[in-house]
């Protein structure tokens, strides 16, 4: 473990600049994200030796209760950075579902109640608001599958910027109310995510405003790596075995892996072989159909599934989520509509915890890996589980029963009360017949 020598000066930036992940092309941090020359995406780069002599395990400890302990690695220079408490959620060991599927080491990371919106975009948007402050906008926005709505508003709200975000009209009720409520101009716009996507990038262009995911999306998709450093830190600065995300345009998953990378680079944790395994809806899997068919491209879908959070049709980070699947000998895979809503009520039943849709779609597929011997029973497995289901209960109305309405009589409760027992063995009955 290297030897931290005295801590950064207070407003020190470690990040140096942009580079094209596909030609290498150097820019400067400003609001960009396609490289001139070859149109590939922009990343921020860091300067790691200093982030190697300034940073340890205990300076990151002593940091805040928040992504902001991880700041060294993020790219803001300011010392006040946005922090509405965001990150730092809940590494759950399973036993439940874990022993219902046959696993001995299983966790569950909960960003299902991440601050303040209850998904991991908390994170993400954490960051590119705090960017964009640095970089003077007034204004953000974003191009969103409801989360980021969500937390664009929210995280805007607190901060004071003013704020316009658009969606696709045909969203869940809980993810419209979930952004109105922080009074942002909200556009719903008639269209899928694709659409939707395409509009911002021609707004974008003209009034000059930060959208988190478009002109500041290299700092935006820096936010998802404290997912991976949470993770290693709450393992007791170890890396799992394995791990499974879910995949919309890709980001999340490829920053998870950039964020291993980065602490294995810094001496934070152990070198390791950590397999990376995706999850999708069979209804909008472009990205798992690249993985099966052994492609290097992508071809773009028409989303139409109940996972509307990860719903995107032309994803922009897909090729390098396949690449990291294939070279850490991970899968992508994909579950049906059905799948995911059983994969919402396995998690809730067996660990108390409420996702959405996304989540969902992640424990199905988890489900499947082990069913298809794909996972090893003895690897450290680490589920990602990105949204709250209270946002998406439309896609579970009708599955998950009926109150037992009574009259308030004991009678009237003990009559109920037996009623539901022998529903309940008529019920096992079928089972085993
Ligand atoms: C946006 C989102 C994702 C995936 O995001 P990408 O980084 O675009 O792949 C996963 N889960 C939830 C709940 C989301 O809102
Ligand atoms: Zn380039």
Redesign the pocket.
Known sequence: MTQATKPLKAGTATFTSLSCKECGAEYEAKAIHVCEYCFGPLEVSYDYDAIRRHVTRESIQSGPNSIWRYKSFLPVATDTPIDVGTGMTPLVRSNRLARRLGLKKLYIKNDAVNMPTL???DR?VSVALTRAQELGFTTVSCAS????ANSTAAIAAYAGLDCCVFIPADLEAGKILGTLIYSPTLMAVQGNYDQVNRLCSEVANTYGWGFVNINLRPYY?EG?KTLGYEVAEQLGWELPDHIV?????????T?IYKGFQEFIKVGLVADKHVRFSGAQADGCSPIAEAFREERDFIKPVKPNTIAK??A?GN?A?GVYAVDIARKTNGNIESVSDREIIEGMQLLAETEGIFT?T??GTTVAVLKKLVEAGKIDPEESTVIYI??NGLKTQEAVQGYVGEPLTIEAKLDSFERALERSRTLERLDWQQVLV
């Open positions: 998904s991991f975009k993400v599958t409801g989360n980021l998709s998802s995300a879910p995949l919309a345009s890709g980001s999340l998953f920053k959070s990860i995107i994803p980070d959405e996304a989540g990105t949204g």
